[in-house]
């Protein structure tokens, strides 16, 4: 079993910013990609932003330039920096984690956060 914890949302500002965490903890032996996707009211979730086991990161066109992900392997926990944050940021952010636990691969989904931005 697999626990994933998310923490680091929030109110703020246009233009404020706010880092979100996501640490992993159980039954793990491998952790491959990691990621964060995000809700808003009345949309389909999408994918902010993802980073490999070796670092590699890639982002949607919209956060390009304002979020950076990156991870700590040793304490199995992945971040969000966000920066320059717009009123359209606003939305449940969640991360993603696939764990491989003895012989299989599961995938993980935190229980999201809210952030939040007042124009």
């Known amino acids: 079993q697999v626990q994933l914890v998310e923490s680091g949302g929030g109110l703020v500002q246009a233009g404020g910013s706010l880092r979100l965490s996501c640490a992993a903890s159980?039954?793990?032996?491998?952790?491959?990609?990691m990621g964060w996707y995000r809700q808003a009211a009345g949309k389909q979730r999408e994918l902010v932003a993802v980073?490999?086991?070796?670092?590699?990161?890639n982002y949607a066109d919209s956060v390009k330039g304002r979020f950076t992900i990156s991870r700590d392997n040793a304490k199995n926990t992945v971040y969000l920096q966000m920066n320059s944050l717009k009123p359209e940021d606003t939305a449940v952010y969640y991360c993603?984690?696939?764990?491989?636990?003895?012989?299989?691969?599961?995938?993980?989904w935190g229980q999201g956060t809210q952030v939040t931005v007042s124009s």
């Open positions: 993603n984690v696939p764990v491989q636990s003895s012989t299989r691969w599961y995938n993980y």
């Open positions: 980073i490999t086991s070796g670092g590699s990161a």
């Open positions: 159980g039954s793990i032996l491998s952790i491959n990609a």
